[in-house]
């Protein structure tokens, strides 16, 4: 009896920061509120800080990074694995290809991910402007700032709630200060 509480106990502790996490994860496109933008710096930062010592280092960001790197290249060579016996054909290769439609590469390929090298764009310069105190670290109070700021950024209503359409016109608008 003992054990069947421990392990549920243990399953709950599991649960919880990983529900959290994809509470936290707003759906691609749908409105975006101050309260799940902290919710999601706080489920990043709780990921990021793998000593627990409440600050991120450059040199956690680049081991987290290296991490989720590894993983998608795991996930894409278990996607055109398709006999899953370890090894990849020629034809298992070229099949993604050959599914897609003229001209594109097949879901799998890039097309998934297409647009993901905005998030690091600028380098390591990420760490220095979040950076607020300057001693080499973040803390969950200096990327929560930085986060809220750019959200405040982004709502020009300013009504607590940034939707798809003050997303795109945010990201037109810098486009053009870029362009000009």
């Given at each position: 009896?003992?054990k069947?509480?421990i392990?549920g106990?243990l399953?709950?502790l ?13 759906e691609?496109?749908?409105d975006m509120?101050?309260?799940a933008?902290e919710?999601r710096v706080?489920?990043?930062?709780d990921r990021?800080d ?5 600050f991120?280092?450059k040199?956690e960001?680049?081991?987290a990074?290296?991490?989720r790197r590894?993983?998608r290249r795991?996930a894409m ?7 899953k016996?370890?090894m990849i054909?020629r034809?298992?290769f ?11 590469r ?8 297409r647009g993901m090298?905005?998030a690091?764009r600028?380098?390591g ?6 950076d607020?105190?300057?001693d080499g670290?973040?803390s969950?109070?200096?990327m929560t700032a930085a986060?809220?700021?750019?959200f405040d ?7 607590g ?9 945010f990201?037109e608008?810098i486009?053009a200060?870029?362009?000009?």
């Amino acid at each position: 009896m003992k054990k069947l509480i421990i392990t549920g106990a243990l399953a709950a502790l599991v649960a919880v920061p990983v529900v959290a996490q994809e509470m936290a994860r707003p759906e691609r496109g749908a409105d975006m509120t101050r309260t799940a933008v902290e919710a999601r710096v706080r489920a990043n930062f709780d990921r990021l800080d793998a000593n627990k010592d409440g600050f991120v280092t450059k040199e956690e960001r680049q081991a987290a990074r290296s991490e989720r790197r590894e993983k998608r290249r795991d996930a894409m060579f278990a996607r055109l694995d398709a006999n899953k016996d370890g090894m990849i054909s020629r034809a298992e290769f070229d099949a993604p290809r050959a599914k897609g439609p003229k001209g594109e590469r097949a879901e799998g390929m890039r097309g998934k991910h297409r647009g993901m090298g905005m998030a690091h764009r600028g380098g390591g310069k990420m760490m220095e402007r979040v950076d607020a105190d300057r001693d080499g670290r973040v803390s969950l109070a200096e990327m929560t700032a930085a986060r809220l700021a750019h959200f405040d950024r982004m709502d020009a209503d300013r009504n607590g709630v940034v939707t798809r359409e003050e997303r795109k016109a945010f990201r037109e608008s810098i486009r053009a200060q870029r362009r000009g």
